[in-house]
């Protein structure tokens, strides 16, 4: 079994017992879910009220009845096995086209579900409709009291399915947890839940070979009701998964180009830029769809105070190469989110020699690098061949001030070689050194 030896023990310690097996034995609960507690299919019964008549009259709209099935979790010790290996079912069984997956949702099977109540986190539910009943008074609703997380699980050539770093994730979500006053989910507890529901997803994980990954999707949120603005007293933690390709068409194949966005700011210096909560991504909608329009699949911010410095993507890292003196800089911000793409990526370019930087990065010194990245769970190492910036500063008022960095036409030798050995680690191909697979089981 390959999982991280840190995470051994921390599960281990979390638990006060001595073995991963023991983490996942646990007796099997009844369901809690909102839609209905018991165990089995239950009933949920909805009255619509619809406006939307061409005569403009209010219309009560006939009752429509959702049916959702739940399934309370039991990894119970019989499923593990004495060797503590589960026979998890064939990953890439269900009927999808595995070669031609985008990054864009797809129903699955299931998703996990848990809800925090009175104080104390109740058993989680494999849930199989994707729909859910809320609160009309959520704090996540009202006052954005919600963060989620990214990470992907992987079939290796022999069948068997492993998740990348999810202790990372489990912490990362705390971090984003605590700074908008939610409660921590155990890191034991969160990664053994992604472990269940990929489980159940196993037939959606896309096959080996394929290039593609099953995306896990946890989100906490605010579900109980409150008018002020205080926290909620409820919460509710999912994750959703679903099988992708490659978050931007033709993957490796081509460098992308960016627009460096000087109209908006992702986040402000102190304000919650570094955790993954969700309204970061409302921020980011206008100047992403405008860029897009305009032919700039990426947009790259700018630290919001002097608008000096380079901060991050949209919803990856920024990493800039300079292949003569072997250097890998990557900017140090409190308002960056802290990516698990990255941390490994820094891991593998220190491996290879290469001298690893956390600094801040002026504008100009865009100009200074071979290569640049984009990195992230989703987009993986994404090259950019380019970076735009409309109205520069730097060239003053009348005729054209716009300043094009430009960087590799082709996939840079540097990005090829960090996303080869990234790449080949989650797909089992070569030694997980440093024991960044945890089995599916
Ligand atoms: C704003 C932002 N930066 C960076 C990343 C990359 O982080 P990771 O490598 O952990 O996916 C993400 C994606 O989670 C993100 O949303």
């Known amino acids: 079994m390959r999982i991280s030896r840190a995470l051994l023990a921390l599960l281990a310690a979390a638990r006060g017992c001595d073995s991963f097996t023991a983490v996942l034995t646990r007796p099997s609960s009844s369901s809690s879910s909102r839609e209905g507690r018991s165990r089995g299919a239950t009933t949920t019964t909805t009255t619509a009220l619809s406006s939307t008549s061409r005569e403009g009259r209010i219309r009560r709209a006939t009752t429509t009845t959702t049916t959702t099935t739940t399934t309370a979790l039991s990894s119970t010790a019989e499923e593990v096995g004495s060797g503590g290996t ?3 079912g064939t990953p890439g069984t269900a009927d999808l086209p595995w070669s031609e997956l985008g ?11 848990m809800v925090y109540r009175d104080g104390r986190w109740e058993e989680p539910t494999l849930v199989e409709s994707p729909y859910m009943q809320v609160h009309i008074g959520a704090t996540a609703l009202h006052y954005g009291q919600a963060c989620f997380e990214g990470l992907k699980a992987f079939s290796h050539a022999d069948g068997d399915v492993y998740l990348f770093r999810p202790d990372e994730n489990g912490m990362r979500i705390n971090r984003s947890a605590n700074r908008v006053m939610m409660p921590e989910i155990p890191v034991d507890m969160f990664v053994r839940a992604c472990n269940d ?16 990954a099953l995306y896990l999707r946890p989100l906490l949120f605010g579900s109980g009701p409150r008018i002020g603005l205080q926290p909620s007293e409820e919460y509710t933690f999912l994750i959703m998964v679903i099988p992708v390709g490659d978050y931007y068409k033709g ?43 305009m032919g700039y699949p990426i947009c790259l911010y700018l630290d919001a105070a002097t608008h000096t410095k380079v901060e991050e993507f949209s919803t990856s890292n920024f990493i800039g190469i300079d292949n003569t003196n072997k250097r890998y800089v990557t900017p140090s911000s409190p308002s ?49 061949g ?56």
Not at 197 to 212: C, E, K, T
Request: glycine share 8%; net charge negative.
């Open 386 to 441: 380019s970076l735009t910036r409309l109205n520069d500063p730097a060239k003053g008022v009348g005729g054209d001030s716009s300043t094009m960095y430009r960087f590799t036409e082709d996939v840079g030798v540097t990005t090829r070689a960090l996303y080869d050995q990234v790449r080949s680690i989650q797909n089992g191909e070569i030694e997980d050194v440093h024991n960044w697979n945890f089995k599916v089981q």
């Open 103 to 113: 990054f864009e949702y797809r129903d699955t099977k299931s998703h996990l579900r």
């Open 251 to 293: 993957g490796l194949a081509k460098p992308v180009n960016g627009l460096i966005i000087d109209e908006y700011d992702r986040a402000a210096p102190r304000g919650v830029g570094s955790a993954k909560v969700a309204g970061n991504y409302a921020a980011d909608l206008i100047p992403n769809v405008q860029a897009k329009k």
């Open 86 to 88: 589960a026979v998890v």
């Open 197 to 212: 529901v990929v489980r159940d997803n196993i037939a959606y994980v896309p096959p080996y070979g394929s290039g593609g």
């Open 336 to 384: 960056v989110l802290p990516s698990v793409t990255n941390k490994s990526l820094q891991t593998i370019a220190r491996d290879r020699g290469m001298t690893v930087e956390a600094r801040d990065i002026l504008v100009e010194e865009l100009d200074t690098f071979d290569e640049v990245i984009a990195c992230g769970t989703a987009v993986v190492v994404t090259p950019i």
